[in-house]
């Protein structure tokens, strides 16, 4: 555990769940085999929005339960930070999208490429919100150039299309395998103006990963919701999302240029997205309390100066007493 302090091992240890930066280290033996047992979670990617950063690939989390590989959402870097966790791409079997927002999907036509170009030959099931189907037909159309060239040379005998299927799902039980269940809900990242384009149309959900004895929420994105606390009530972890201050954000959009470029009633509403939309860290620790999780992992998160995150961590500890950590790119927690 290279990088954690022996108090925080400690603390970690009291709340039930074990943290290592081992991973997010220069150094990883890809060649090692990981633990089977238990639950791991893995912050692959850590960065909020479409805006690239040094240092964190962009929204993606990995569970990993006796041994099996779920991925919840493939922002643009997943495939690299996948090869750096040392993860074995032939096994992933089922892949959990929270909405279709590019930052949490744009990592997965690389993915679902190299997965085809290492010859595997088993279904490989991308869930979704509506809007994931139709993501997966395009990636796929766009995939058929490269494995028809494959099937002509001879590297590779299937079309691409007859490896992955997308699935549009509702709410509630959506999966369920030898390992674990997972329930959906919708939450509050999305709100559209009647007769917009996708009024009706597209969805935001959150995810819970339930094995017979532990349990697991990712949020996604999302914005202050009841149903996001129901989902939670109980849990181990909630992996969360958590956005800058509202000031901290104003002044990264007019730092980008972005801000002047808006009109009044563009920065109106990127101001009442940033709120509504996204969860401040007070916000997180609200939701937190009331559902009486044990450990929130933050991610999905902005720069901030100099990297320090610490008053995040005392936004949430405002209402909630547990366990709470800032989640970097290929940082492991263990939920023994």
């Known amino acids: 555990m290279r990088g954690t302090s022996s108090s925080l091992i400690a603390a970690l240890a009291a709340a039930g769940v074990a943290v290592s930066a081992g991973w997010a280290q220069a150094q990883v033996n890809s060649a090692a085999s990981p633990p089977k047992s238990g639950i791991r979670i893995v912050t692959l990617g850590t960065r909020s929005g479409p805006q690239p950063t040094v240092g964190r690939a962009q929204s993606s989390n990995l569970l990993v339960v006796n041994g099996a590989q779920y991925l919840i959402d493939a922002g643009d870097g997943v495939t690299r930070r996948l090869t750096r966790l040392g993860a074995d791409f032939r096994n992933i079997d089922d892949i959990f999208i929270t909405h279709p927002h590019s930052d949490h999907t744009g990592g997965l036509g690389a993915l679902l490429g190299l997965i085809y170009d290492l010859n595997r030959t088993k279904l490989v099931n991308i869930y979704g919100p509506p809007g994931t189907a139709a993501s997966v037909q395009g990636l796929l159309q766009f995939?058929?150039?490269?494995?028809?060239?494959?099937?002509?040379?001879?590297?590779?005998?299937?079309?691409?299309?007859?490896?992955?299927?997308?699935?549009?799902?509702?709410?509630?039980?959506?999966?369920q395998?030898?390992?674990?269940?997972?329930?959906?809900v919708e939450n509050t990242h999305f709100h559209f103006k009647p007769g917009s384009p996708a009024y009706g149309k597209y969805k935001s959900y959150s995810y819970r990963f339930d094995t017979p004895d532990r349990s697991v929420v990712f949020t996604g994105d999302t914005g202050p919701s009841d149903a996001v606390i129901e989902l939670a009530k109980g849990a181990d972890v909630i992996v969360s999302?958590?956005?800058?201050?509202?000031?901290?954000?104003?002044?990264g959009q007019i730092r980008q240029g972005a801000w002047q470029a808006k009109t009044p009633d563009e920065q109106a509403n990127l101001i009442r997205?940033?709120?509504?939309?996204?969860?401040?860290?007070?916000?997180?620790?609200?939701?937190?309390?009331?559902?009486?999780?044990?450990?929130?992992?933050?991610?999905?998160?902005?720069?901030?100066?100099?990297?320090?995150?610490?008053r995040y961590v005392e936004a949430v500890k405002r209402s909630f007493s547990g366990q709470v950590l800032v989640a970097k790119d290929l940082m492991e927690f263990q939920v023994p």
């Open 273 to 310: 997205h940033h709120i509504e939309e996204h969860l401040l860290p007070e916000d997180l620790g609200k939701m937190a309390a009331q559902a009486g999780v044990k450990t929130v992992i933050m991610t999905h998160i902005q720069p901030s100066p100099n990297n320090d995150y610490g």
């Open 241 to 251: 999302e958590a956005t800058n201050p509202v000031d901290e954000f104003k002044q």
């Open 143 to 175: 995939l058929t150039v490269s494995a028809e060239i494959r099937i002509s040379d001879g590297t590779n005998t299937i079309p691409v299309a007859k490896l992955y299927s997308g699935h549009d799902t509702g709410v509630g039980m959506i999966f």
């Open 177 to 184: 395998d030898a390992n674990l269940k997972v329930r959906a």
